[in-house]
């Protein structure tokens, strides 16, 4: 597994993500209405450098360059060192460790080649697949609202985590 910058020959995985209901329930956000078109622009505008106000994605991709998910560092703070995570893997590429790979790689990155101090994410309380992935991660839990917001219908929980620099070293740099 590689994080690399986007590609135009990713944006249908891309599309395969954000069309699949499956994967749409557990995100906040409607991506199943986006077009290729949307997607292309999306890889094109793509930041890999960290600037402060703004957001990375990376390709998440195999030994073969095929395209397996997206991770991002949203909402860079230089001045505060932090960021926000996200992922979105491809219904192919999950329940293999791929996500927890991408994790650790994005965050090494966070810490060692940006320089940030801390990264946070909000999860969909009942993602209990994801929360595993977080948590196994070094990501810990800091609240919960139980019904924080209405999605697809209904009133959803939501879960805020962090991860700190120093955690992450002692979970896994120094396990070495």
Known sequence: MILRKLEEKDADGMLEWMKDEDIQKNFRFKASDKTRADVLEFIHNAE???IDGKSIHYAIADENDEYLGTIS????NLSAKKAEYAI???KKSQGHGIGTEATKEILRKAFFEFGLER???NVLSDNIKAI???EKCG???DKELETYLSLHGKYCGLKWY?????EYIEKFVCEK
């Open 48 to 50: 890999t450098i960290p």
């Open 73 to 76: 560092l949203k909402d860079i």
């Open 88 to 90: 979105s893997l491809r």
């Open 119 to 121: 990264v946070d994410l």
């Open 132 to 134: 595993h992935v977080y």
């Open 139 to 141: 990501f810990v839990n």
């Open 162 to 166: 962090h991860i700190l620099r120093k």
